[in-house]
């Protein structure tokens, strides 16, 4: 089972600031997934990315996939305390089942 | 929007009890899934379901467990003897198509075994 590492564990900014968290793994994915949990909720999809420097942007948010498909990275433009929740990585190992990483706990200050 | 919902939102049992965990999927979504995340940890695949029957399961997912689509909406799942550390949020997903499908997951169920 491939590993996902996730970094940092915990960030704390304040809001306007940018920051940018990573999904790495030893193996090649087949595609990616980075999902956002807010407490009490279950993850909500936020994208998917399956080629090779593929870039994606979703309002302030900006996701890149590694040149050969080992890491990923999430870019918050002017975070705000909206986007205070727990960032989440994940590979679709099967047809069936997702492997999550551990996550990134984003704290924004108001 | 269509939603995954999940009932109860807490349930609390005594060690040895059995559970029963409940989901009513996205209506015309066809393939169904439990993960699981212990406090603190990770979120981990127990079981996927499609067309009435076990896709694939973890090897979490032991005799103990067990799912359930007993009817056209809802998708159960069953702890039959819990332990301790059965603690943790349930939560269940369902999605329209297979792989690389968008996966809606519902709010969870906090099981407290005590």
């Known amino acids: 089972t491939q590993l996902l590492e996730q970094s940092p564990q915990f960030l704390s900014i304040q809001e306007g600031e940018n920051l940018t968290v990573y999904c790495n793994s030893s193996?090649?994915?087949?595609?990616l997934q980075w999902y956002r949990q807010e407490p009490g909720e279950g993850p909500v999809l936020l994208v998917t990315?399956?080629?090779?420097?593929e870039v994606k942007k979703l309002k302030r948010l900006t996701f890149q996939f590694g040149d050969a498909r080992k890491d990923s990275s999430l870019h918050i433009t002017a975070a705000q305390p909206g986007d205070t929740g727990l960032y989440l990585c994940a590979e679709e190992t099967s047809g069936s089942r997702l492997t999550f990483g551990e996550g990134t706990q984003l704290t924004v200050n108001p | 929007e269509p939603e995954v919902t999940q009932t109860p939102s807490h349930q609390v049992t005594q060690m040895g009890q059995e559970v029963i965990l409940r989901c009513v999927p996205i209506?015309?979504?066809?393939?169904f899934y439990w993960y699981r995340q212990i406090l603190g940890q990770k979120v981990e695949f127990l079981v996927s379901?499609?067309?009435?029957?076990?896709?694939?399961k973890s090897e979490i997912f032991d005799d103990q467990f067990s799912v359930e689509r007993p009817d056209g909406s809802n998708f159960t799942l069953k702890i039959r003897s819990t332990k301790l550390e059965d603690s943790a949020m349930y939560f269940c997903a369902s999605r329209k198509k297979t792989y690389n499908s968008p996966l809606h997951f519902g709010n969870g169920t906090r099981l407290t075994v005590t």
């Open positions: 209506s015309n979504h066809l393939y």
């Open positions: 193996s090649v994915f087949s595609s």
């Open positions: 990315v399956v080629t090779g420097g």
């Open positions: 379901f499609y067309n009435n029957e076990i896709s694939e």
